[in-house]
């Protein structure tokens, strides 16, 4: 039984200065619906082209999927609170925004690994791709990416909701994450915390370790394909795999794979909007920037628009 006595948080959101918290709302209101309206275009495009029905596209749609529902965890209540003025959330909406922003994370984790994978086996063992990476894999490869993580942020999230918050009530951050939450616990935390670390180690360190792998035996085989032009295509399908992967990891594992003692939450409220704003913006401009393929999409895309305008 949950012997809480606090019945809401107070998030002390970004700032106390009322012009800065406005440029604030401004900016993220912008790249906010920027973040939805591009990761939308990927879904809608890799959906409706036959050109895009591959595994590669099919990683990248639900890794689109994944920037939405993350960046929507977190953005629009901290927006909807710089509005009102009132940076109040209840103990059940606090706790609901913990763990979807830690499972939709969790499960960018996996699928990242995944999609290092098929990078791997595309380049590496190009004549089995299609029989290694058919469409029932693609689909349990995805599918056990959710359920992993589901499973894993489940234990740990119930048992930090479990444990009694006495007050005081204030967060210091824009949203209810797990390390100013457990600063909030009245009694000794010592092994959620311990658990927590570990768990960070295992799903951060864990598929990055599997990237890291793939992307050894990917240069090594870049490096003896002959023909210049074939390296360059190798190369520039890996290359906006490889900078998401580095924003995405790099903000996380400062923020996560540490004790909670060391954190120091006011700089983490900025590398946070690494992986809960920055990331999701710029993830349709970096898979869509040097990809021909999906150029000549949009291009297509773009021209039948503007003929049937003509025709009506």
Not at 5 to 10: A, H, K, S, T
Not at 119 to 133: E, F
Request: glycine share 4%; charged share 15%.
């Amino acid at each position: 039984m949950n012997s809480t006595m606090v019945r809401e948080f107070i998030l002390l959101g970004f700032t106390d200065n009322h012009e800065l918290e406005i440029l604030i709302f401004l900016v993220l209101s912008g790249t906010y619906t920027l973040t939805i309206m591009g990761n939308m275009i990927i879904i809608v495009i890799t959906l409706v082209d036959h050109r895009l029905y591959t595994p590669m596209y099919f990683f990248l749609r639900h890794y689109a999927l994944l920037e939405i529902g993350l960046t929507t965890s977190i953005i629009p209540k901290a927006l909807a609170n710089m509005a009102m003025g009132c940076r109040s959330i209840s103990i059940s909406g606090c706790f609901t925004q913990l763990f979807l922003y830690f499972v939709l994370g969790t499960t960018e984790f996996f699928l990242l690994a995944v999609m290092s994978v098929d990078r791997y086996v595309a380049i590496c063992h190009p004549l089995h791709y299609s029989t290694i990476m058919h469409r029932k894999a693609c689909s349990l490869l995805v599918r056990g990416s959710w359920f992993a993580s589901f499973i894993l942020i489940l234990g740990p999230a119930v048992a930090l909701f479990l444990m009694p918050f006495c007050g005081p009530n204030t967060v210091n951050h824009f949203f209810c994450d797990s390390g100013p939450l457990i600063r909030l616990v009245c009694v000794d935390t010592s092994l959620l915390q311990l658990a927590d670390f570990f768990l960070a180690i295992l799903c951060l360190i864990g598929t990055l370790a599997i990237t890291i792998v793939s992307y050894v035996n990917i240069i090594s085989s870049i490096m003896h394909i002959p023909l210049n032009q074939e390296r360059k295509k190798a190369i520039s399908t890996c290359s906006s795999h490889i900078i998401v992967v580095s924003l995405f990891y790099g903000s996380c594992i400062f923020m996560y794979v540490r004790p909670s003692e060391s954190e120091e939450f006011d700089f983490n409220k900025g590398v946070s909007i690494l992986n809960t704003v920055v990331t999701p913006l710029l993830n349709p401009f970096i898979y869509t920037l040097r990809n021909k393929q999906v150029h000549e999409v949009l291009r297509d895309a773009r021209r039948k628009i503007f003929v049937r305008n003509l025709r009506s």
